[in-house]
């Protein structure tokens, strides 16, 4: 499976951008879509994702501020990013996968499916 993820961009801090990822020519067959995100430098780590049973999960340092989301064809997953922060800035990744536990759905390794990963830049 092919994932398209876009939307990223350069945006001030306090700003907000929506970032889309969906399957190349496709719906999602996968349960389980994530965003994670890697700044320069940094390890790749956790943002958000959704199970399509109906869990939802952020990491702490963007609840409050992000928002992931799927359509009801199951076409594309959102990740709605609003109060950006500079920090905030890396390349963003969204990926799939069918079997993923509670205990691990933050773990990058548990996913098999990958988009090509979308930039997000915020100025401060």
């Known amino acids: 499976v092919q994932l398209q993820a876009s939307g990223g961009g350069l945006v001030q801090a306090g700003g907000s951008l929506r970032l889309s990822c969906a399957p190349s020519?496709?719906?999602?067959?996968?349960?389980?879509v994530g965003w994670f995100r890697q700044a320069a430098g940094k390890e790749r780590e956790f943002v958000a994702a959704?199970?399509?049973?109906?869990?939802?999960y952020y990491a702490d340092s963007v609840k409050g501020r992000f928002t992931i989301s799927r359509d009801n064809g199951a076409k594309t997953v959102y990740l709605q990013m609003n109060s950006l922060k500079p920090e905030d800035t890396a390349v963003y990744y969204c990926?799939?996968?069918?079997?993923?536990?509670?205990?691990?759905?933050?773990?990058?390794?548990?996913?098999?499916?990958w988009g090509q990963g979308t930039q997000v830049t915020v100025s401060s």
């Open positions: 990926a799939a996968d069918n079997a993923i536990g509670l205990a691990t759905i933050k773990f990058s390794r548990e996913y098999k499916y």
């Open positions: 020519g496709r719906t999602f067959a996968s349960t389980v």
């Open positions: 959704v199970r399509w049973s109906g869990g939802i």
